[in-house]
Structure formats: C-alpha cells, structure tokens
C-alpha cells in the first residue's frame, strides 16, 4: 500500500498531505517557507506511514479541524473539537488531527490553539520543529486464505479474520482498528497462512456446515474475534459462561447476529469512552440512567466477561440507543459467494442468506405508491406539452450536429489558499432485463443501504462485483481529482454543462473537469481508458453500447477502464457498467429501464451534487431513490463504499429540518436535526458533532444524530458556501437555494 506523500506546497508556505490511494489532501499552512526532511515513525505512539520534519512558528488550516491534544505516550490531554481558543505551557505534545488523512503532529513548545468555523490556526510560543507523521485511512486484505467448496474449510477462513483486529478492547469498535480480513479464494485444498494469529478471546460460535450460516455469522465472529466451528444448531459461548442459542434457522441466526452485532457496537462505544477519546458521548449518557454499568471496570476486562455484560443489559436500554445499520448484504448462499465475504465483512455490513427459491411475495403498500407515483410520472411525460423524451436510441436529428468550437471545454479549479420496486411489465419484470439472469427483489429492512451477491441483479441498492474490490488503483500524485463528461445528444446539453458547474464548485479541491460533446467510438475508448476519478456519461446506451457520432462502442470491446466511479445516465445501462467495473472501474452506476431526459437529468444532477460533496457512492444512490422522481431505475454496481472526493465535512452528514413551517418569529430559530452516513474512513462506530450550537454532544454516527433549535443565521454561515445537501420538510434541496428562498422571504 502506498504511503501518503508530505512535500512543500508548490503555491503558499507550508505541507502537502496527499493520499493518492483515497483521493484525499491536506494542507498544513506555515508562516515561513520549509525543508522537510524524514522523520522517526518510532517518535509516535499510534502508527504512521511517513513522517516529515519541518521548522515553523505558526501553523494553520483552512477549514476547522477537530483535533485531540496529548502527551508523547498519546494520554488524553484535552479535545478541541469546536470554535474555541485554548492555551498549553511549554512542553512535549502529541496533537492527533482528524482530517481527510490521519495526521500527528509531535512538538515540543508552549502554544495556543485558536478555532473557528472557518479555520484553525496553532501558534507556538517560539520557532519550533514539528513532526508530522501521516498515516491513510484505507486498508487492505494483508494476505490470502484459500478454500474449497466444503463449508467447514470457509469456517475455518472465517475464523482466521479477526487475526486483522487491532485490538480486542472497546477500541476495536473504531473503524481505523478493524483492518481488513484476509482475502478468500477458492481451490482445491484449504490453506490458511501462519501469519494470520487469531486473538485469543474465548468465545466460539458454533453453527450447521452450510454456506447461509457460515456467512450469516461472519461479521460477528470477525467483531467478536470469535472461531466458527461445526455444530448441530446455531449457539454463541463463551469461557465466561455464555451460551446464547443463535437460532432454528439462517433466517432465525440472520436476525439473532444483528441484534448481538448491534448490541456489543453500541455498548463498546460506550466503554471506550474511558480510553483514548473520553468523548461526551450520548449513548453513553442515556445507558447511564438506563444501567448500573460499571464502564471504566468494564474498558479492562476481558472480551469474555465484557460479552457476558453486555448480553446481560436489558433490551430496553440497548432500544433507547439503538439506530438503523448502515448495510446489509443479501446472499445467495453458493461456494462462489465466499470470494466476496472479506470484503462484506471489511464494511462490518450485516449479511442475510437469500434462498435459491424466493417465496412469491406480495409489494408492500410503500412498494405500490412507489410504483403509482413513478407510473403517473411517465403517463405525464408521455402525455405531451413538456417535449419530454425517451433517452433510448433514435436517429439523430440535424439538432444532434455538433456546432463548429463546440466540441471540448476543459475547466480546472484549484485552492486558491494553498425498499422501492421499479416499475414492471406484465410478466412482473422491470424492463431492459440485463444478461445475467434477470432482476430479483430484495427484502424490506431498516438499514440505510442494501446489497446483493448473486447472479441477478437487485432492483435496489448495489449488485457487489468481486472485480470492483481487486483493483490496483492510485490516483493523481498531486492529489488532483480527475473528471470527466461526455455528452453525445444536444437534447441533453443541459446535462453536459450543469454537470461540468457542480464538478468544479469546490474550491477546498484540486479538480480537473474536462467536458466533451459529441465523441467518436475511438475517442470514447480512450477516454474510457485514461485515468480520472469520475466518469459521467450521458447519452444513449439501450444496452448494445454506447451511441457515439461515428457508431457504437461496445464496452466488452475495451482493454482497460481507468475510470474509478463511472455515472451512466442512459437508457438501460447496466450491462455497459458490468464490462467497465470488470475492466477496471470500482463502481459504476447504472439504468435499469428506459429515462425520460428530464426525469435522468434531476437523478444526474443529484448524483453529481451528492459523489461532489463526498458521500459514499452506495449511500448516494439510496438517497436518489428516495428524493428524486426516477431514482429507483438506478443501481449501482461493483463497490458502494467507492467515494472520488474527499467530504466537505469529513463524514457524510444531512441536516433535516422536519417541519419548515415551525420557524419561531421570536427566537430566529428552526428545528434541526443532524441525519450522519458512514464511510469506509468513517465507519460504523466512528461518532459525530455538529459544529451547531443548539445540538450537543457525541454521537455514534449513524441515523439521526442529535437535534436542537438553530439560529438561522447560523445555519446560513456554517452551511451556505458548502453547497450542502438538506432536506426541508419531505424536499431534498441544496443549502445555497434554499438560503436564497429564506433571503427573498426576508428571514436573512
């Protein structure tokens, strides 16, 4: 795995960070210009990739940072984590800051530490020599495991995938110290490398040898650090006298897993409390007037006995703080499945066995206005008076002819500073039915995604294509982000040019948007072929290929995608998106059906704004599902977790306010709650706090996380110049216009 680079900004004073792995930056601003020379990894107490020596007397960043204050040895010191001015006396410190990149800062001088909303800025009470070390949020599988088709060898690998915990204490439920399971193939014998320890944690989980259990129980017996035997029924023990009967059946265990998975997160996240980050932190707040937990006895004790514990609290207390899972992953329980189960288990998604046969099922009543809804939609666009058309192939009109000097615009920004169903046919199949196997409906659940291993294709969420995880992929080394456009129908310009606007709205960014209309097939493949970020195609597709100026271009025919995430907004995609992510893309989203433009052009747009803002791509597509008019004919394919842009806030976040209409007179203040999504750098049990005055407090991030009374003048300063994403009411709307509207209502 490749090491962040730290080297002398090329256009201010200071430090540049840059993941070229996560397509992530940072830059440290000094007051004089600097030589970095190397550093010792061993000065640091948590691990570091690099490090760089630099001489300065001021440090500052451009936007706030939270950061932890520490000694050498990495005790806790103080948190400065909102708007405030601290000062510390001359001595040795460790500062852990949480930005796009994990950086440590470790100085020894006396300094004084100002936030703001904006920016932080550290001043040292005399020139001093600061190590920076930098270490990347991504991890990958530190070997491979491989196994046959008998169920008791993929037991066998499973148990072998807590030897990537960091460690076994309450700590473990920070994403950063769950590493990745090893990788999984199949063969003719097992084989399972010495390198690969288990911790011993004395706790088993015992289930029949069938392939819907051995996956069921993977992302518990990971999190637990517990082994997975063969057994007559389904049971969790321990040494510590535990002995939980998991289920009858996978159905039975599915549920029993997620409610243990759920139960020890939550709780963990309490206890760690008393360790590294001694954060305020809500759930711990309301298990406390819930429980007679002891957690600084519970943070030393070992993973048996605080299991025992944590099983023994009342289902009451755990409901009280209780939230939606992040993910979860149907499978079709076959041998080939297994391949995948690594990098399900790496996201900590839930997993639920889906039977070879599915059981007619009846929509739900969600399911059927979902499909009134999307019905009266397109009666309407066909109906007339709107010149709405398909965006299935036709032939093209003198309109379609490329203007002389129309055909490429290229716009570079940098920092300046530095559950639904789609509509079906009779036979109760959606239309456009790719080529493998058809489409299959996934189960209702609360879980803010959903995802699919198997030969269909779901008709939500996201199908997992093994090729997507596999790929070796870097980015630009000046951290730029690379993005692409093309735009073959002068119908859907529109499209082409609002797109190229949000792609290149981030000034905190280095971002290259390259625009072109009306490509050939050859240039098509080569863009396809050269490295970007983001690829946005829109035009036709209707499954044979892409529709270029000169033909067709089929993407079976190309030798390499160098496209990270690849947006297809043309009719019925999804066979096109499978060749590119098997080529080279790590995720592409994709069509289901036949678009009406304006319809595709609100889902493109919202995509763009959301992937631009840094929401996981797999998080995206569900909230275009539910705010948008055509959002369930998308899916995604390949990797759900696969971002191209840092996040503006750092971890996906929404702010909702419920019931507009509410706006007090007296007080200027709307009712806000704070809605957080996670991501691979930022997943299930990293916590969150809003920067708002009015919503307090740490919480686990996921769901809904924390609601108070806002000053709408706050709002508009924390939110505006983000272009933030916010749902007013039922509404998914963007922070700069709906700031706009309150201007013309005269309530800013």
Known sequence: ???????????????????????????????????????????????????????????????????????????????????????????????????????????EAGMAIDTTDDSVEIEFDREAEIAVGARSYHSSPAGTITVTDDPETMMQAVSAFPSALKTTSPERAWPTLRGHPPRIELGDELSIPDEFEVPDTGTTISIPPEYGHVYTVAPLSYYLGAEVVPGETARLTAVSGVSHHLGDDVFEVGESVEAILKRVLILDCAVRTEGLYPDDLHERDVLESRTDLDFAALYDTPPAERLATYLAVSDDAIEAVESP???????????DAVELLPYIVNDLSLVRAKPERDEPREPSPV????????????????????EDFLRSARTPTPTDTPQAGDTRRSVTRRDGSDGDETQTDADDSPRGVPGEGGYIPLPETDALEQAWVGDRTPIQGTKLLREAFEHDRTTAEDGRVEITVVCNDAEMRDELDSA?????????????????????????RDLFARESDMFHFIGHIDGVGFQCSDGVLDAATLDETGAKTVLLNGCRSHDQGVELVKNGA??????????????????????????????????????????TS??????????????????????PTMHHIPDPSKYSQDTGKFRVELHAYTMRAYGIGSTVRSHLTGITGHHIAIGRCGVGDVDVELLYETLEDDGAPLIIGSRLIWSNKWFGQLKTRGLL
């Not at 004089?32 to 500052?60: C, H, K, N």
């Not at 899972?325 to 041998?335: D, F, K, N, S, Y």
């Not at 792609?503 to 240039?523: A, I, K, M, Q, S």
């Not at 996981?616 to 705010?627: P, W």
Request: aromatic share 8%.
């Open 1 to 107: 795995m490749s090491a962040p680079r730290l080297t002398p900004l090329s256009d201010a004073t200071g430090l540049d960070v840059i993941d070229t792995v996560e397509t992530r930056q940072f830059s440290l601003f000094t007051d004089t210009p600097v030589a970095p020379t190397e550093g010792d990894v061993e000065r640091f107490e948590f691990p570091v990739d690099i490090v760089r020596r630099i001489r300065a007397e001021r440090l500052s960043f451009a936007y706030m940072v939270p950061m932890e204050v520490r000694t050498p040895d990495g005790d806790h010191i103080e948190s400065v984590d909102l708007p405030t001015t601290a000062d510390f006396p001359a001595d040795d410190y460790l500062l852990e800051l949480h930005a796009p990149i994990k950086i440590y800062l470790r100085v």
């Open 325 to 335: 899972w992040h993910r979860v992953t149907h499978v079709r329980p076959t041998a």
């Open 367 to 386: 399911q059927q206005e979902t499909g009134e809804a999307l019905d009266s939609f397109v009666r309407r666009a066909s109906a007339g008076g709107d």
């Open 500 to 524: 190229a606007e949000i792609y290149g709205n981030r000034d905190d960014l280095r971002t290259d948007v390259t625009c072109e209309f009306e490509v050939t097939t050859d240039r098509l």
């Open 586 to 627: 790590s995720a592409a989203v994709v069509s289901l059906a036949d678009l009406w433009n304006s319809g595709a052009v609100e889902v493109g747009e919202t995509l763009a704004r959301l992937l631009s803002f840094g929401f996981g791509i797999g998080t995206a597509i569900e909230i275009v599902r539910e705010y």
């Open 630 to 651: 055509l959002g369930n004919q998308y899916v995604v394919l390949g990797d759900p977790g696969t971002i191209f842009a840092q996040c503006v806030s750092d971890m």
